[in-house]
């Protein structure tokens, strides 16, 4: 079995603050890992993945994540956000046994204030 | 292009309608994907269709009929939903292969009254 924990449901944050979301996964199992973003009235886009390689991954728009495989995490940070960082945050996994089936923590949202 | 393109992104139907849902890449994905998104929620996997065929279906109920017409389109057939079906379907599709990033539409708005 698997399952995504987003350990924060709303993250507020101000301007040029840095941010970090974090993601804890439970899997027996190798493990493919995304960070999408979905902003107000939009589908999903993707931020950036971990297939394998290096553990820092760096995505659009200024995000990172880091793979920690120790502690079975993959938490998202950025230096400094914008205003336009505001939008809702899914990490989700991809069992490499189960290859179709992307699953979705609960989400966090981002909120960006002045 | 790196666009999934559903249409129509707005729909209201009464529970004894019949409508359709459509979605449309041209990226040469072989996978393609409805997940259903409820308010504040992360999505939930209906269908995956693999090369033209059905291969998961998330034990949706049988108001809900996917269909692959080619490798770029993909339905989704809506017949006697109910008020709780109301959600924002998603689209999406990747390359097939394992690990690859899936592209997803904006989405169709989904009211049932």
């Known amino acids: 079995a698997q399952s995504v924990t987003q350990l924060d449901s709303q993250v507020p944050v101000f301007e040029e603050a840095p941010v970090e979301l974090r993601c804890n996964y439970s899997?027996?199992?190798?493990?493919?890992l995304f960070w999408y973003v979905q902003y107000p009235n939009q589908g999903l886009q993707l931020l950036l993945k971990?297939?394998?390689?290096?553990?820092l991954v760096k995505g659009i728009n200024g995000f990172e994540a880091e793979f920690n495989k120790s502690q079975t995490s993959f938490h998202l940070r950025k230096p400094s956000v914008h205003i336009s960082d505001t939008a809702e945050y899914f990490c989700a996994v991809i069992l490499r046994s189960n290859d179709y089936k992307l699953s979705f923590g609960a989400g966090t949202t981002v909120t960006v204030r002045a | 292009d790196t666009e999934v393109t559903q249409t129509p992104k707005h729909l209201v139907m009464g529970m004894t309608n019949k409508k359709s849902l459509k979605c449309e890449q041209h990226m040469g994905h072989r996978a393609m994907y409805w997940y259903k998104q409820k308010a504040k929620k992360p999505p939930e996997l209906m269908f995956v269709?693999?090369?033209?065929?059905?291969?998961i279906n998330e034990s949706v109920p049988s108001r809900f009929s996917p269909e692959c017409p080619n490798s770029s389109l993909l339905n989704l057939h809506l017949h006697a939903l109910q008020p709780e079906d109301s959600a924002l379907y998603l689209c999406a599709s990747s390359q097939g292969a394992l690990g690859t990033e899936a592209f997803f539409g904006q989405g169709t708005r989904l009211t049932v009254v």
């Open positions: 269709y693999s090369y033209e065929k059905l291969s």
């Open positions: 971990y297939l394998s390689g290096s553990t």
């Open positions: 899997s027996s199992v190798s493990v493919y």
